[in-house]
């Protein structure tokens, strides 16, 4: 059990050591009785905060959800109650305060009442109002509260055995999902965009003269002996918009505040882009890259197909795979362990010292309680079996994992997915890749957007400011007026690398804007009249202001 001193707590101990240490140095006694005594009650309080709670717990001192699931979905910001019991079968009160819910980095809970006390036998009712921050499957584990001991100078963070479950999406998934008065209509929406095109259709495009190459079943034969010459019927076939959007998802883009780092706002703008151009009737699909592509979601049409955007997302964030989690084998069977051991009857006490197999069979009897029952993760390919077991226990409680950084800007995974995307049917008609301006355009993404283009479809390649929700320090205007001329000077230098190559450089906000006249703003052409001394412009709106494609 750990326990866990509170900063007065701390404030003591560091004062008694301080009376110690000044009673050794000018041979005081009493300040040494004076600094024993602080360092005697903060241990005091310890072994009582933990002597209760072990009692309470053994005796049955649990937390109940009073809820229908013990999984929810929230959008970005949104915030919901969910109501909970604290229940005491045993036979003395218990004494709690501080009251605070364990929860993942991607939540924000506040629990109400702070303090409280439960009678034996007794219950007591709280609610923990659970804000949705960063975009990802997350869980709020249990509850870190101080009871008994010296003015409970200790709290002690109590995992329950039924894990609340709550899946962050974005809140263009949230909106497009929410059922509008009347229900919605589980087929196709209103058409969007259509073009005709020469192939095998059922409708007549044009009679024409026979050209080498010509199929015999194509001729016109009644056409042909009418006007004395062969001719041949060109039908046509009506074709919808094919999206595909290619979002890099590497671990460097979540440096800065939660909610608002650049891939925060690149994942946001990248839904609510694909959401509004699914409910137009387009087929948009989704691949989520890195190095390589860790996810893949081909396109489809229908309102039914919502649901698969909305879920892709949560895959962004998914650092539990061996190729994208920043933490050694061995320190996510620890983290594994430390999470169980609340939740296993025996603590796993009575498992043998050094036997792994039986205690990765225990992990996965737990695992049964978890709130995600996906699929595991992608294993190592050293001990693929033990590998496969931590990884997917870790994930299916939703535990906070460090992600793998790929240590510099690489455009393989996105020069992949645009060779995939070339093969793939139907024909995309339009590519979206948002991710950070690459400094070089290599060869291989070279060749990747050039076999794209060589089937008529446009590649467009959108940005996201990463300064965008960093507040300067005070004092710190020179560094963010140098940090906005080496960016300015950074995206002309990617603006021509893309150029040369076709691809179209856009800002990631123009996705969403409001007027669909202006949606596609060129970078180019904004910072064409800028130099390194040119004043900054007005500010850039958020990717919230507007729903337009």
């Excluded at 939703?398 to 793998?404: T, W």
Aim: glycine share 10%; aromatic share 4%; net charge positive.
């Amino acid at each position: 059990m750990h326990t866990n001193p509170r900063p007065s707590t701390i404030a003591t101990a560091i004062t008694g050591v301080a009376l110690v240490l000044l009673a050794i140095a000018t041979r005081r006694p009493e300040a040494a009785l004076a600094g024993g005594a602080l360092l005697a009650a903060v241990a005091w309080g310890r072994a009582s905060t933990r002597g209760d709670i072990a009692r309470a717990r053994r005796a049955g001192f649990e937390m109940v959800w009073r809820e229908q699931s013990r999984r929810a979905r929230l959008a970005v910001g949104q915030s919901r109650v969910f109501v909970a019991e604290l229940r005491n079968r045993s036979d003395r009160v218990v004494h709690v305060d501080s009251l605070r819910a364990v929860a993942s980095e991607g939540l924000r809970a506040e629990v109400r009442p702070h303090e409280l006390d439960v009678l034996p036998g007794g219950f007591a009712r709280i609610e923990v109002e659970v804000t949705g921050r960063r975009v990802g499957r997350r869980g709020v584990h249990g509850l870190a509260l101080g009871a008994g001991g010296v003015g409970a100078a200790f709290e002690v963070p109590l995992t329950f055995a039924n894990v609340l479950g709550v899946e962050v999406v974005p809140r263009a998934v949230a909106s497009g999902l929410q059922l509008p008065r009347g229900g919605r209509l589980r087929a196709d929406p209103a058409p969007g965009r259509s073009r005709s095109r020469k192939g095998d259709g059922t409708e007549l495009r044009e009679i024409r003269d026979i050209v080498p190459g010509d199929s015999f079943r194509k001729i016109a034969w009644k056409a042909s002996a009418r006007r004395g010459r062969l001719l041949v019927r060109e039908m046509e076939v009506e074709e919808r918009d094919v999206v595909w959007l290619v979002v890099d998802v590497a671990a460097e883009g979540w440096a800065g505040p939660i909610g608002e780092s650049p891939l925060d706002r690149a994942v946001d703008t990248a839904s609510a882009y694909a959401i509004e151009r699914a409910r137009h009737g387009a087929a948009v699909g989704v691949a989520l890259v890195t190095d390589h592509i860790v996810a893949w979601s081909p396109p489809a049409r229908g309102g039914a197909d919502l649901d698969r955007l909305g879920a892709i997302w949560l895959d962004a964030i998914d650092p539990y795979g061996a190729d994208r989690c920043g933490m050694a084998i061995d320190e996510l069977l620890r983290l594994a362990i430390e999470h169980a051991r609340p939740l296993d009857p025996a603590g796993l006490a009575d498992l043998p010292k050094g036997d792994v197999d039986r205690l990765l069979s225990r992990l996965e009897g737990l695992r049964v309680r978890a709130p995600f029952q996906g699929p595991a993760p992608r294993p190592a390919a050293v001990n693929e079996a033990r590998d496969r077991l931590v990884r997917h226990y870790v994930a299916s409680f939703g535990l906070d994992v460090p992600a793998r950084g790929s240590g510099a800007m690489v455009t393989a995974g996105i020069a992949d997915a645009l060779r995939r995307i070339h093969r793939a049917r139907p024909r995309a008609t339009d590519v979206v890749v948002i991710a950070p301006a690459p400094p070089v355009a290599g060869d291989e993404l070279r060749d990747a957007v050039t076999r794209v283009r060589k089937r008529g479809v446009k590649v467009r390649w959108a940005t996201v400011d990463p300064t965008h929700g960093l507040d300067a320090p005070e004092g710190g205007e020179l560094v963010t007026r140098a940090i906005e001329v080496e960016r300015a000077i950074a995206m002309k230098e990617a603006t021509t690398q893309l150029t040369a190559i076709g691809v179209r450089l856009v800002e990631a906000r123009s996705l969403v804007k409001k007027h669909p006249a202006h949606r596609y703003e060129d970078v180019h052409e904004r910072l064409a009249g800028e130099g390194p001394n040119a004043p900054p412009g007005p500010p850039a709106p958020t990717p919230h202001e507007g729903d337009g494609r």
